[in-house]
């Protein structure tokens, strides 16, 4: 699966360990940045980046985009402003939002914030979010066309 990686200072080092897990595991990552730490970069066009290119695959070979940042939340405002892409935030607690927005939304972006999660919980919403499937239930299914036609 390709997967599209992004963050800013906040979730760096963050990025930098999932990043290395998914590689490990065999997925093809493309990392839209930021590529080095800066303190006090700005995050809206690294999430730019991973979304259009989520958006662009969306219509041949679906990918998916993991992005990073303080709380998670700005990260996903901006990949949820491109037709296609669809965020579910993840700032620890329940892994259930993540499954529920995989299987009722069809979510293909997972913004994770950095400031609240360990490691070891990233890794579990990741494997989470990759292993879960769209159920394609017909109310579901019919709620992303609603989705996709207001976002044209």
């Known amino acids: 699966?390709?997967?599209?990686?992004?963050?800013?200072?906040?979730?760096?080092?963050?990025?930098?360990?999932?990043?290395?897990?998914?590689?490990?595991?065999?997925?093809?990552?493309?990392?839209?940045?930021?590529?080095?730490?800066?303190?006090?970069?700005?995050?809206?066009?690294?999430?730019a980046r991973a979304a259009e290119d989520v958006q662009k695959d969306s219509m041949h070979a679906p990918s998916v985009a993991i992005l990073f940042g303080g709380s998670g939340v700005g990260e996903a405002?901006?990949?949820?402003?491109?037709?296609?892409?669809?965020?579910?935030?993840y700032s620890g607690g329940p892994l259930d939002v993540i499954k529920i927005s995989r299987e009722h939304n069809d979510t293909n972006v997972l913004s994770i914030g950095a400031r609240f999660v360990t490691e070891n919980e990233a890794i579990q919403a990741v494997d989470l979010f990759l292993e879960t499937e769209f159920s394609h239930a017909e109310r579901h299914a019919e709620r992303i066309i609603q989705i996709e036609e207001l976002t044209k």
């Open 77 to 89: 405002i901006v990949a949820n402003r491109f037709a296609h892409v669809r965020a579910v935030v």
């Open 1 to 47: 699966m390709k997967i599209y990686t992004a963050t800013d200072h906040a979730g760096f080092e963050l990025k930098e360990k999932i990043k290395e897990y998914l590689e490990e595991k065999g997925h093809e990552v493309y990392d839209c940045g930021a590529l080095t730490f800066e303190s006090g970069d700005d995050y809206p066009e690294y999430m």
